[in-house]
């Protein structure tokens, strides 16, 4: 009876293994190779800023794997070649210096280190956040017919995000919506610890910071739904802390700009303190604020340099 | 003094029951500690080792045993650190999706938020200032010194002191897991979220004043080091002839000793901002929580070259002497060390690339944190040519070194990477920049791995086994492997740092794979344990000569193994850079002094312990503001040192009669546990290997 029961325990212990030795497997082909791909955000660039981001870093892998591959190669080489073992090889026991040798050894990495450092100077201003000389040339070029450019001012509590359109006198919050192929200027800034604006497919990481305005220039050309992050660490409900970009086309948005702007419920500087509590948003809601007072974005940065904090309380004893 | 949340009193301060965590895995650890201490204490008193303890090791001077306890210490933090890495990786698995499972009052996986928080800087801290940091420092302990032919440091007992200074940052950093909580803003600590506002618990203020107090420790070990190398020389021993790794010993404390005041500022000011309640690093009210980024970094990116030049100096130590042939480009390799050295002041920016500085700002750090590349670079080319031409041997040093030469490379390349702005951005804060940093120290724990094999012996006298060594070697690269490089890729999938739950369900075959990973580390550390045991249970029949290795190349190899407490029965006269490789092809390896003559000695003391133990009041009183206990050790302290300074008997006369005798003893000892190694395994490991070319 025991081994009869052993067994049947035995079996169960083999079926559950066997059930979860699947599961990363499951995992790649519940999405398939080709969704997969489509996961690496950062190959999978959604308008001009990331996609000059992604030009350099293959850029300058290629250049680094040109030296680093053939450095592998010859070390590895030398390594067996001069074994103890291999007697043919050649043993040259004082030999420590070649001013031939001496002088590749410098000239190659500060070779390379020349070039990537101008290309680095290039890259830094083509996507600077405040400027990107990249966007200046790209709108200066004929064709097409530009959507006209937004404004949207950025401010994040914990653990949440506020987008207020100024000119639409909306907001949103945890959801960003943009038109397609308009240059959207972002003006950041935090009510209480460093946060990071990032949309992997869009634009790179740019600080927000308390008391401080920060700005991010980026245009979409690619319809669909992107993911943002807080890619800063700031307190428990930073895992939480996501948003949604919605990329419309320009119809479609200044639709959804009236419909907001018909939402019951109204954004000002009280309002926004009764926001700003420390809220973990586990389940990913999103808000709509209409009747937005301009001056809301200023209001917290000047809050915040006389010393407004939105405290955080200790966490019970012993719940480390 | 600023009001804090929570009850306090006079007597215990913020301190009470209600700081014990209730948490089954910290009780569990709780338990494991207790229970090991007690162990400890009962072998002890039962072996009756504490005389032995006290004078041998708890008041000691000698700069090789100080070295061995900061390794030691080193090492147990590593374990630590290493705990929480394996709890870190344990959650992201088990927290990925909406529909994952929670446990311990967890949403998902099995820590909460302010809980993982804790332990990823926990983690951080540890293994940079309290694994990496005492490892390093304990290993120069050992080495320097002996390669240059000194008897002891400079200042011996101010590198006691600097040791208990370090143990009491360690003390402070343990106590914290069983008595209140840890910093949850990162090893970095993130302003404001160290601000009293964010963070009202004890956490931060244990994170800082373990930082402060052992961070005194490591910048008296550097004034230390640099005096003895700059003072303590052998006769013969120019600049020119000195050894690699006391090069790289003397920049990087040069590095220690400029850049370590700057962090004591950064926390001192944070310390007035968290207990007096000014505004340095908060947001409002005229503060700037950048300069605090800025000046950490500051200290921050030196001290990443502070562990890493070291690491470089021991794989020049390693691949000659298994390569049986000199390091090509010394000159070179000693100019590219001073290279990185100097131009680590110029890169700290690189660390908040996305602060929204100006291109011309951004570009600039851009560029400086590219020329370290050039002399890195140089370095890597360096030591392929030392190999070049020479007869590798691949005993666990080499494999460590050669590992760590690999890990280079994967470093540089994604080093190369982040330091241009465009692609920074793209990963910035991303796990890519975790795996990047990771590689890198990587290459620092490579190299100090090989270099705990490499001289073993030449501190206890015999080798550690090489069989687990070469398991222990592969384990850990597997882990490393299969650990980093999904950690990489999970990067461009735009995977930010620090998420204790991950919203992405793609994400799920990656950190199986990380996990996996983290078990080799296991499976590593289980034979570095077991080599450990192995090599002590069988060490009479590994036990060495002067030069373990029979290929050794510099000073410290010339003094028996294990090394009397005098080092050298007289001091050694150096005639070339590679002293062994010279005597050995004058045929006076191993030759006895004519005459011995008598030594002056530091005499040991328990006065740095006491100023450990003092300090570690006053860091707890700070921690739970315990007033008295930090003005009554605070006063302690400075009567100590000035009680000390009255002290004139700090030293005594080895007779040189009685080191004939000690040196005729080990001399004895040597042959017959040469004769036993030839006959145990039959290899050669004496005979000089370059006489017959």
Redesign the interface.
């Known amino acids: 009876m025991w081994a009869r029961q052993y067994s049947s325990i035995a079996h169960r212990i083999g079926r559950l293994v066997r059930s979860t030795a699947f599961?990363?497997l499951l995992?790649?082909s519940g999405?398939s190779a080709h969704s997969?791909s489509r996961?690496?955000?950062?190959?999978r660039p959604a308008g001009p800023l990331?996609a000059?981001?992604?030009r350099?870093?293959i850029f300058?892998?290629a250049v680094?794997?040109g030296?680093?591959i053939p450095?592998?190669i010859?070390?590895t080489f030398?390594?067996i070649r001069?074994?103890?073992a291999n007697s043919t090889?050649?043993?040259?026991?004082?030999?420590?210096?070649?001013n031939l040798?001496?002088l590749?050894?410098?000239a190659?990495?500060?070779i390379?280190?020349a070039l990537?450092?101008y290309?680095?100077?290039r890259?830094?201003?083509?996507?600077?956040?405040?400027h990107p000389r990249l966007l200046k040339t790209a709108q200066s070029a004929p064709g097409g017919t530009p959507a006209p450019p937004l404004r949207v001012d950025v401010i994040t509590t914990d653990w949440q995000w506020l987008f207020i359109y100024p000119r639409q006198h909306i907001a949103t919050a945890n959801e960003l919506v943009i038109p397609r192929g308009a240059t959207v200027d972002f003006h950041m800034t935090?009510a209480?610890?460093?946060n990071?604006f990032?949309i992997?497919n869009l634009?790179?990481?740019?600080?927000i910071?308390?008391?401080?305005r920060?700005?991010q220039v980026l245009v979409a050309d690619q319809l669909g739904t992107y993911?943002g992050?807080?890619?800063?660490?700031?307190?428990?409900?930073?895992?939480?802390m996501?948003f949604k970009t919605h990329v419309v086309g320009l119809k479609h948005f200044q639709d959804w700009v009236q419909s907001v702007q018909h939402s019951p419920v109204h954004m000002d500087y009280a309002q926004f303190n009764t926001f700003a509590k420390p809220t973990k948003n586990?389940q990913g809601k999103t808000f709509e604020f209409s009747d937005v007072k301009g001056r809301l974005f200023d209001q917290v940065i000047e809050g915040?340099?006389?010393?407004?904090?939105y405290?955080?309380?200790?966490?019970p004893?012993?719940?480390? | 003094m600023v009001n804090v949340q929570g009850p306090w009193s006079p007597l215990l301060g913020r301190l009470s029951l209600g700081a014990i965590p209730d948490n089954p895995i910290i009780a569990g650890a709780f338990i494991f500690s207790v229970l090991l201490g007690i162990l400890v204490l009962v072998y002890l008193t039962y072996a009756d080792r504490w005389g032995y303890l006290w004078r041998e090791w708890l008041t000691t001077v000698d700069h090789k045993k100080i070295g061995v306890m900061y390794i030691i210490i080193g090492l147990v933090m590593l374990f630590r650190g290493f705990i929480d890495a394996l709890m870190m990786r344990t959650q992201q698995v088990l927290a990925d999706g909406a529909h994952s499972p929670g446990f311990l009052g967890a949403a998902h996986g099995y820590l909460v938020p302010y809980h993982f928080d804790q332990v990823y800087s926990a983690h951080g801290t540890i293994m940079i200032l309290f694994a990496a940091t005492p490892i390093l420092v304990g290993l120069m302990n050992v080495v320097v010194p002996l390669q240059i032919g000194a008897r002891d440091m400079a200042f011996p007992y101010l590198n006691a002191l600097g040791l208990w200074l370090t143990a009491v940052g360690a003390a402070l950093v343990m106590l914290s897991l069983f008595l209140g909580d840890f910093s949850h803003a990162g090893w970095v600590g993130l302003t404001p979220l160290t601000e009293l506002a964010y963070s009202p618990g004890v956490g931060t203020d244990y994170w800082m004043w373990a930082i402060q107090i052992s961070s005194v420790g490591t910048t008296l070990g550097a004034a230390n080091l640099i005096a003895t190398i700059v003072k303590m020389r052998a006769p013969g021993m120019s600049w020119g002839r000195l050894p690699i790794f006391t090069w790289t010993a003397l920049s990087t404390n040069i590095i220690a000793l400029t850049s370590f005041p700057v962090l004591g500022v950064a926390l001192g000011l944070l310390g007035l901002d968290r207990y007096f309640g000014t505004h340095f690093f908060t947001a409002g009210l005229g503060g700037n929580l950048m300069l605090y980024s800025d000046l950490f970094w500051i200290w921050g990116h030196p001290e990443v070259y502070f562990v890493i030049l070291p690491a470089f100096g021991m794989m020049s130590e390693i691949i000659p002497t298994f390569s049986e042939k000199p390091l090509f480009g010394y000159v070179t390799m000693v100019a590219a060390s001073f290279a990185i050295a100097g131009v680590s002041w110029s890169v700290w920016l690189h660390h908040f690339f996305t602060m929204g500085a100006s291109p011309r700002v951004n570009t600039f750090f851009s560029v400086a944190t590219m020329v370290v590349g050039i002399p890195t670079g140089v370095k890597v080319f360096n030591w392929a040519f030392t190999v070049y031409r020479g007869r590798s041997r691949f005993d666990t040093p080499m494999m460590w070194a050669i590992g760590a030469l690999f890990m280079l490379l994967v470093g540089g390349l994604t080093g190369m990477m982040l330091a241009m702005p465009p692609v920074n951005y793209s990963v910035h804060n991303s796990v890519f920049v975790v795996a990047h940093f990771h590689t890198m120290l990587m290459v620092v724990v490579y190299g100090i791995l090989g270099a705990v094999s490499y001289w073993f012996p030449k501190v206890f006298g015999f080798r550690l086994n090489e069989a687990l060594g070469k398991r222990f070697f592969w384990s850990f690269t597997i882990g490393t492997i299969v650990v980093f490089i999904p950690m990489y890729t999970s990067g461009f999938m735009g995977m930010t740092r620090r998420l204790d739950y991950l919203t992405n369900p793609a994400l799920m075959p990656f950190e199986i794979a990380e996990e996996i990973g983290i078990g080799f580390y296991l499976v590593s550390i289980y034979y570095f344990v077991r080599q450990l045991y192995v090599s002590l249970r069988d060490r009479n029949a590994n036990r060495v000569g002067a030069d373990a290795w029979g290929s050794a190349r510099t000073l410290e190899w010339l003094a028996p193994s294990p090394v009397p407490f005098y080092n050298f029965a007289v001091t050694p006269r150096v005639h070339a850079r590679d002293e062994l490789v010279w005597r050995r092809g004058q045929g006076l390896e191993g030759a006895a002094p004519p005459r011995y003559e008598d030594i002056p000695m530091p005499r040991n003391t328990s006065v740095p312990l006491a100023i450990g133990a003092l300090a570690l009041g006053l860091g707890f009183g700070l921690v739970w503001r315990i007033w008295w206990l930090t003005d009554v050790s605070f006063i302690a302290i400075i009567l100590t040192v000035i009680a000390r300074s009255f002290v004139r008997d700090t030293d005594y006369v080895v007779k040189a009669g009685e080191v004939e005798g000690i040196e005729k003893r080990l001399r004895q000892r040597a042959a017959e546990a040469a004769r036993a190694a030839t006959s145990a395994s039959g290899i050669d490991a004496l005979r000089p290997r370059e006489s017959n070319p």
């Open positions: 599961l990363p995992f790649l999405c997969l996961q690496f955000l950062i190959f990331s000059t981001d992604l350099f870093t300058d892998v680094m794997l030296i680093i450095t592998a010859v070390t030398f390594l001069y074994r103890k090889a050649a043993y040259d026991p004082t030999w420590s210096h070649s040798i001496e590749v050894v410098w190659v990495p500060l390379t280190v990537l450092a290309y680095a100077y890259g830094t201003y083509a996507v600077d956040p405040f935090s209480t610890v460093v990071d990032f992997p634009a790179g990481m740019i600080d910071m308390p008391g401080m920060t700005k993911k992050y807080s890619a800063n660490f700031s307190g428990g409900g930073f895992s939480w996501g586990i915040v340099l006389k010393g407004r904090v405290t955080t309380q200790l966490p004893p012993g719940s480390a």
